[in-house]
């Protein structure tokens, strides 16, 4: 049996980017390209499933959930070298293959996101 976590809506459930968003950050009168770690909040998630609680939490689940926002690059206003984005929405990119809620893909603890904006 997995020990997998279900993914929820719930405070202190937190996206974190594995390698960091190199974004384009002033500095005098240059754009040098400065990496920041970015974090999304699982507790701002939208798209949850309502029907479906984990311990008392709305269930994150793929290709319907995602978070509106990440923080950490705003220094970075030139935007990301990769993504052309700053603070943006993030997706989840891995799911369980055994577990559904309301008919979708649950996402669990350690599964891999999009950030900002993908």
Not at 24 to 43: A, C, D, E, H, W
Not at 61 to 70: A, E, G, R, W, Y
Not at 88 to 93: N, T
Request: positive net charge; charged residues 20%.
């Amino acid at each position: 049996m997995a020990n997998n976590l279900g993914a929820r809506k719930e405070g202190g459930w937190v996206v974190y980017s594995m390698p960091p968003d190199v974004c384009k950050t002033p500095m005098g009168s240059s754009m040098v390209p400065v990496p920041y770690p970015i974090t999304s909040q699982l507790s701002d998630a939208t798209g949850v499933v309502k029907s479906v609680k984990i311990n008392g939490n709305p269930v994150v689940v793929f290709d319907q959930s995602k978070t509106p926002s990440s923080a950490g690059d705003t220094p970075g206003s030139g935007t990301g070298i990769k993504s052309g984005t700053v603070g943006k929405k993030c997706e989840p990119l891995d799911k369980s293959s055994t577990v559904r809620a309301g008919k979708k893909w649950m996402v669990r603890h350690g599964d891999k996101f999009w950030m900002n904006g993908g």
